[in-house]
């Protein structure tokens, strides 16, 4: 089994495009997941004050990501 290894993105001043397809929010309320028309997958942290910002973005996907699942263990 590999080892879990974080992805890290880094850009400018302005953050690549995301043209959102699909949307999730995890089981305890503090993280959205968004697919892309870009084929990207974002993570957004979701404050208890409703705020949100940027945690990671996913890069891979050939096309478009239409659908987000949960995984179980």
């Known amino acids: 089994m590999r080892p879990w290894v ?3 993105a880094v850009w400018g001043r302005a953050a690549p495009s ?3 397809t699909a ?4 089981d305890d309320q503090q993280t959205i997941v968004t697919g892309s028309q870009e ?3 974002c993570l957004w942290d979701l404050s208890s004050d409703l705020k949100i910002s940027s ?3 996913l890069f891979g996907h050939t096309a478009s ?3 987000l699942a949960k995984a179980r263990e």
């Open 6 to 8: 974080p992805a890290v």
């Open 18 to 20: 995301h043209s959102i």
């Open 23 to 26: 949307v999730m929010i995890t």
């Open 39 to 41: 084929g990207q997958i």
């Open 55 to 57: 945690k990671e973005i």
């Open 65 to 67: 990501v239409t659908c």
